[in-house]
């Protein structure tokens, strides 16, 4: 029996439900010999009487990671154009949050977006919209994109929906910000994709906190990353923390010394762009409380 193609929806372990190329959710089971598939992956599959079976995982073009709880690389979901990365002023971004997912996509090699949502509690607070505003210059400065938007209001994605509308998004960012909301506004019907894939499935409501692709009316496919949990970027060299400030890049091999990692040492170019203003002071201090932290302890 010949293999089809399909593109996974959603990952259990050694099951995960596949979408056929005529659309259908099939749900099918991998073997230790093909491994754990995430969401987003593309896979070949075949199907008998007895439902499918994964016969292998296809390169992946890209993988989106963040740190188990031993510092080491975890995928949560592949094949991505971009990773959406939602803040908003309640709850506050811990520090340096936004900075480590965008070490992350740099290393990973996918483009990010930054979506602050809950615009509309900036409307009575001067300062956090002035604040929030000198945010969105810096990273669009750096070539970041930056919309500011709000789900609670009818056309409050306008900025962010001509992002999605091509390739495949993940959702990303801290408990609270509103990434629920966001995702209920873009895919309308989703309490009944959600129970699709709950009868397809079996899992009942773990179906609530998998990660789960979704297509979008407006074109696009969204990946919903529901769990609540901090994000971390896995264990790197300073090297590769350094890659994830790009505005370095232009000052690198121009330090004192060859193995400056433009924390402490003297003669560091990047410290003297930073005292100069052509590096943003804040930016440089995010780099190295990063490194610091990848130290060993």
Request: glycine share 8%; with cysteine; charged share 25%.
């Amino acid at each position: 029996m010949s293999a089809s193609q399909a593109r996974v929806i959603v990952s259990y372990g050694a099951e995960c439900l596949v979408e056929t190329p005529d659309q259908r959710l099939l749900a099918c089971q991998s073997t230790r010999r093909i491994g754990k598939t995430v969401c987003g992956d593309r896979v070949e599959f075949s199907e008998d009487v007895h439902g499918g079976r994964l016969e292998r995982v296809l390169p992946r073009d890209n993988s989106f990671l963040r740190a188990d709880r031993r510092g080491r690389p975890r995928v949560v979901a592949a094949n991505l154009d971009r990773i959406i990365i939602v803040v908003a002023p309640k709850p506050e971004p811990t520090r340096d949050l936004v900075n480590r997912y965008l070490v992350a996509c740099e290393n990973v090699g996918i483009d990010a977006l930054i979506c602050l949502n809950k615009a509309d509690l900036l409307r009575t607070d001067q300062a956090a919209e002035e604040a929030w505003r000198r945010q969105q210059a810096l990273y669009q400065e750096l070539g970041y994109p930056f919309v500011i938007c709000s789900a609670k209001s009818d056309d409050g994605l306008t900025a962010l929906m001509p992002h999605l509308a091509s390739g495949s998004s993940i959702l990303v960012g801290q408990s609270g910000v509103g990434k629920s909301s966001i995702v209920q506004r873009l895919i309308p019907d989703l309490d009944l994709r959600t129970r699709e894939i709950s009868a397809s499935t079996g899992k009942g409501r773990h179906t609530t906190t998998a990660t789960t692709l979704y297509h979008s009316p407006g074109g696009g496919d969204l990946i919903d990353s529901p769990g609540v949990w901090e994000y971390g970027i896995w264990t790197m060299t300073a090297a590769e923390v350094c890659r994830g400030f790009i505005e370095f890049s232009n000052y690198l091999g121009q330090c004192r010394f060859d193995n400056c990692v433009h924390r402490v040492e003297p003669g560091c170019a990047v410290e003297a762009a930073a005292e100069a203003g052509e590096i943003d002071p804040c930016r440089l201090a995010s780099y190295r409380r990063i490194a610091a932290a990848m130290e060993p302890r």
